[in-house]
């Protein structure tokens, strides 16, 4: 394999395949990235100086009718771009283009780090057609457990790993947040496919939030949705290129958003997820009940959402930090684990069903 492509369709995901596009180019692989525009996913990209391909803009919409009608739009200008860079391998989390790889006859490795049961689309539409399924150990892939390649790490890491990010104070330092405790309340929008009728935090409960954590340090929201008049002075305004640093040096994090939580929990910081996935998503449950790194918290539980906040907000959470580094030296390297899967591919296949702890190479 020397030409691969990657397709990105989340600003999370840039992050992801950024370290490990890095150290395929160093084994002189051509790559080349095709992206559906998301959020500040092309400032990303511009910022890193890394080349891509846009392949469509993103139209929001709700309406599973248009959902669909975009993504055989997006997947048929996909099919022609891939038509013409004739690569060996695709890369991407975005299950759903797995359809247009096996249409090409091209080997497509896909990245997930959600249970089965609650991306059923993808599971669905996206996994019958994927070559290979990398996922967490602690994922619940069901009936796909037989393609999946289970690794001891978590997706995030790939980024968060200790390898690829040190934070910085004095990033924090220039956002005046170096010598006071902060906290950091995040509002998604919740529109994806696997998040209809799904509850979250409301402006209502942000509101009583407030008093409670102001007792003990600065209170900034960041927010998806428009915040009303009263809450904007809150507003986290900084470059989203830091956003890893301002939440390594957050005293806590409450938020509706399963990614931030997640990527709190990796770098130590204590967080409460408050939605209806709480309970429900396999790697969230092991950095909660393993690690005790995160809360997950039902929408029916506002009184325990605002107990369990100002508890966390007063108290001396050093302990996170060191959970956190005993867990991290738990996991494996997953950029360095994968290139050297795809550089041996499809050998690395037959070794790792013989012997998945092999993969501990990698740390």
């Excluded at 095709?34 to 709700?62: A, G, P």
């Excluded at 490795?109 to 249970?115: C, G, I, R």
């Excluded at 968060?160 to 929008?189: A, T, W």
Aim: glycine content about 4%; overall charge positive; aromatic content about 12%.
């Amino acid at each position: 394999m020397q030409k691969i492509a990657v397709y990105i369709n989340h600003p999370s995901q840039h992050y992801l395949f950024k370290n490990l596009l890095s150290l395929l180019k160093q084994k002189s692989y051509y790559t080349k990235i095709f992206i559906k525009e998301k959020d500040i996913l092309e400032k990303l990209l511009v910022n890193d100086n890394v080349d891509y391909q846009l392949l469509m803009r993103n139209k929001r919409s709700n309406s599973i009718f248009d959902l669909i009608k975009n993504v055989f739009k997006k997947n048929k200008e996909l099919y022609f771009a891939l038509k013409e860079y004739k690569p060996d391998l695709l890369l991407t989390c975005g299950s759903d283009v797995a359809q247009v790889s096996f249409m090409l006859r091209v080997p497509c490795f896909v990245f997930n780090d959600d249970d089965a049961a609650v991306v059923r689309f993808s599971a669905l539409f996206g996994w019958p057609f994927a070559s290979l399924l990398f996922a967490p150990r602690s994922c619940s892939m069901g009936f796909w457990k037989r393609k999946t390649i289970a690794y001891n790490g978590y997706q995030k890491l790939g980024y968060l790993h200790p390898n690829y990010f040190s934070p910085n104070r004095r990033i924090i330092e220039k956002y005046g947040l170096h010598n006071v405790p902060y906290f950091i309340i995040r509002s998604v929008s919740l529109t994806a496919h696997h998040d209809r009728n799904i509850r979250g935090l409301n402006n209502d409960l942000v509101k009583k939030l407030l008093p409670k954590l102001s007792a003990y340090g600065k209170v900034f929201i960041s927010s998806e949705k428009k915040l009303p008049e009263d809450l904007q002075p809150y507003q986290l305004k900084i470059n989203p290129l830091d956003i890893h640093h301002v939440l390594y040096y957050a005293s806590l994090l409450i938020g509706d958003s399963q990614s931030m939580a997640h990527e709190a929990a990796l770098l130590g910081t204590p967080s409460i997820r408050f939605n209806d996935f709480a309970g429900r998503i396999g790697v969230l449950e092991e950095l909660e009940h393993k690690y005790n790194l995160t809360f997950g918290l039902s929408p029916d539980e506002p009184e325990l959402l605002k107990k369990k906040a100002e508890a966390l907000a007063k108290a001396d959470n050093a302990d996170f930090k060191v959970r956190a580094k005993k867990m991290m030296s738990e996991m494996i390297d997953l950029p360095q684990f994968i290139v050297w899967f795809i550089e041996n591919y499809p050998k690395s296949l037959k070794i790792m069903r013989k012997n998945p702890d092999y993969q501990n190479t990698f740390k």
